[in-house]
């Protein structure tokens, strides 16, 4: 069975500056996607940033960036000049194959210090 | 478009109860899951439909548990016999492609 870990259940970071909250994942399939969400206290669950797992460059969204390592089963999460906004859960999540159920980690509590 | 939507809201029930949630999900969105999230930890997958078919179900989903989605649009999940265990956030999301846009969630408080 696939299996998601995040290995720090809490993090902080100053304001304006950069925050990397890892992931990593256990898998014998080579066609999966790979997710990053975002839970805000008391909200609900957005989509963050996505990796088709074929593709190596390294997804991107405005001040959001993986870092996708297949070999070893790595996917970071990288946050630019964070802001108070960024305060949240952050969920790494595996889907295998497309359309399947999603795998979550047991999160990253993201505290943005001002 | 207005999202994926869930109702109720937050839901407190006695042991023994039947509880009855709904999952509008994104309109054209042939693909819905129901997951369910304890404090503290990642979602878990309950269970999956394509169109109106239920495709996959989880071990979690014990027989107290039922989840249909007639002619393909909406879904319920029905909780018979509730356990104060069943106290969670039952969260829906559903999809067309391989990304899942999720609902806000329905928090159950079994007493």
């Known amino acids: 069975a696939q299996t998601v870990t995040q290995s720090q259940p809490e993090m902080s970071v100053q304001e304006a500056e950069t925050v990397t909250l890892s992931c990593t994942y256990d898998?014998?399939?080579?066609?999966?996607?790979l997710f990053w969400y975002k839970q805000p206290p008391s909200r609900q669950m957005i989509l963050v940033i996505r990796?088709?797992?074929?593709?190596?460059q390294n997804a991107t969204e405005n001040r959001f960036s993986v870092n996708f390592q297949k070999a070893a089963k790595s996917f970071s999460l990288k946050i630019s000049d964070s802001q108070l906004g960024d305060a949240a859960m952050y969920f790494c999540?595996?889907?295998?194959?497309?359309?399947?159920?999603?795998?979550f980690g047991k999160g990253t509590k993201l505290t943005v210090n001002p | 478009d207005t999202g994926v939507s869930q109702d109720p809201r937050h839901k407190i029930t006695k042991r023994g109860q039947n509880v009855t949630f709904r999952c509008d999900p994104i309109?054209?969105?042939?693909?819905l899951y129901w997951y369910r999230q304890t404090l503290g930890q990642g979602p878990e997958f309950l269970t999956y439909?394509?169109?109106?078919?239920?495709?996959?179900k989880s071990r979690l989903l014990s027989d107290r548990f039922s989840a249909e989605r007639p002619k393909g649009s909406f879904s319920t999940l029905e909780i018979q016999r509730t356990e104060q265990g069943d106290s969670a956030m039952y969260l829906c999301?559903?999809?067309?492609?391989?990304?899942?846009?999720f609902g806000p969630g329905t928090r159950l408080l079994v007493l």
């Open positions: 309109s054209e969105h042939n693909r």
């Open positions: 439909f394509q169109n109106e078919a239920q495709l996959e």
């Open positions: 999540a595996y889907s295998q194959g497309g359309s399947e159920k999603l795998v």
């Open positions: 999301a559903s999809s067309v492609t391989e990304t899942q846009y």
């Open positions: 898998t014998s399939e080579s066609d999966y996607y």
């Open positions: 990796q088709e797992a074929y593709k190596q």
